[in-house]
């Protein structure tokens, strides 16, 4: 994902706008004519109104799990790089001690019983997140409630993400 957003905003940079990344990468690879801060040290609300925010969102948490809560307070265009994005939010989840809010949020979006399987399983410590279950709850919805706009790599996901979010522009 790294490398495909460089080379987008090294493109769009071209253009006659103004291009900050925030990034929770340490060493980011600079690019002309592009502003990156690291979200360590600077927050998007330290800055100014933005016309367009662009979360690009993958699904490790390392990398990606600042992002909800900042589409969630700023909306924008997600950028989906993973439609299932189960393993960020399971990861967010305990590293914030949320557990009970992830199956909240599985069960709001897919029903008790996936819910109620999934925390079975995590309490097994018997599952890997490459088991079949993922791709019956992905969980994209906590993201792409927030936004915008969608960009998505593929007309499967978009139809996924259209079943749910019939209105949004995709």
Not at 22 to 49: Q, V, W
Not at 59 to 81: P, Q, T, W
Not at 142 to 157: L, T
Request: aromatic share 10%.
């Amino acid at each position: 994902i790294a490398d495909y957003a460089f080379d987008l905003i090294t493109s769009v940079s071209k253009l006659d706008i103004s291009v900050d990344v925030y990034s929770n990468c340490n060493n980011p690879r600079k690019a002309e004519g592009i502003n990156i801060y690291n979200i360590k040290h600077k927050n998007i609300e330290d800055s100014h109104d933005y016309d367009l925010i662009v979360h690009h969102i993958g699904n490790n948490a390392e990398f990606h799990d600042y992002m909800i809560d900042s589409v969630k307070r700023h909306g924008g265009v997600i950028h989906l790089h993973d439609a299932v994005l189960l393993h960020m939010m399971t990861a967010l989840a305990l590293k914030k001690g949320g557990l009970f809010q992830l199956l909240y949020s599985i069960e709001k979006w897919y029903g008790k019983l996936p819910a109620v399987l999934y925390g079975r399983l995590m309490q097994l410590d018997n599952m890997t997140l490459n088991d079949d279950i993922v791709s019956f709850i992905p969980l994209f919805e906590e993201a792409v409630q927030y936004a915008d706009a969608c960009i998505v790599h593929s007309e499967f996901v978009k139809k996924r993400i259209q079943s749910v979010f019939p209105d949004i522009n995709i």
